[in-house]
């Protein structure tokens, strides 16, 4: 019994100062290769796992008919999605034009380019953080490239790229609490910050106290670094007012996009857009 | 022997944690098998084993975490700690007692974490009403399953370590 207790206290003292080791750390070329050995070592488990669960769902190989529907039917789905995002890129594209023409002197956006990647790995106890997508730099994949998704025929902001590895890149979502974009209400043209919290809805901060934009959309805005302008974050719900006191008011956001339901996203290459 | 039995498990576990959540999570809330399983160890293995286990099932949580990483891998820790503690002292062979250690451990590893976050990003961690009503419950109602995989295995603690 004794011996044991000194073992645990041993394996206590050992785990607790590995563990704390890791959150002293910084954030740095250490921490981010650990991580990628961990991603390393368990993403091919998790893949070959992925493609059994998609043979044990998919119909039997001997009938041909049903298989040739289905891959036709995945075709159509590609080119209904591809079809939906051109829209937006459309639709943004004209806002951006009706803006453009207006205020003189601002270079025009170039088109999204980028890649679609699946969702392979989620974790229930940051459901609204973060999940992993099945492409990584060798996709050309980048740190903080911008994410967008299509939900109801709509494509709306789902986060930005903050870890890549060689074949998967981690994806903190728009509904994080870390996360904010800056954005511009497309009926007023107000700029406002949304910040995630950690749930389904938004915050979108620093309105004018004028401001009443329920069911107003939100867009990205021209002055963030990281989206470009344009993309749909989400609608007002209601705008709450903090007192005579301050100079803002801040509103509830609906995501356009559930960043909790998505299967598949498109990584929008910040580098491409760039070279445009 | 025990060594091998200990690492099937966690592989089982943490693609069993891993599907759960990417592919059967309605409303975003699935219980965690690795916080079920690493209880369930914690009671039936040596204190190396349970040790060891515990930290890994956090470490993957924390590959997993956005932001604090360590967090999950100390609170797992601590957790695992506390069991084997009191384990000596309570019985924890019946379903019932099983359910309520996994409720408490889900509670208390929660604080920890969100603590973790207070010290280390100075923001309290909060994940949500939803999981923090609903997590404690069904990983109680799961628990009981893992001490059974464990005493399957045959994860006793004597001279295991």
Redesign the interface.
Known sequence: MNKEKRLANMALLFFATLSLLFLILPTGPLVRSIKAIVSFSTYPFINTAQSLTEISAGVPRNVLDLLNTESENRILREQARDAALMRAQLDAALEENRRLSEIAGFKQDSQWKGVWARVVERDPTHWNSSFMIDRGFSSGIELHDGVVAIQNGKVGLVGKVIEVSRETARVLLITDEMFSVTCYLKDHGWDALAEGQGRELLRLNYLPTEAQTDGGEVFTSKSSVVFPPGISIGTVLSVHSHGNFMTFVSADLLPTVRPGAVKEVFVMKKSQQEAQ | MTFLRLVVFY?FC??A???????F?PA?????ILLAATVAVAVAA???A???F??MC?????????????????AF??GT?LI??FK?RMDFSNPASQMVLAFMLTILTGVIYGA?GMI?MN?F????WA?TIF?PFANAVIAPVFFACARLLALD?EGN?
């Open positions: 592989l943490v693609t944690h891993w599907w759960l959540g990417t592919h999570a975003g809330i699935t219980p965690s040596g204190p190396l349970a040790h060891a515990g930290f956090g470490v993957y949580l924390d590959f997993a975490a956005p932001h604090l990483f360590g967090g999950y891998a100390l820790t601590i700690y084997w503690f000596w973790a280390f923001k961690i909060w994940r949500g999981y997590m603690s370590d």
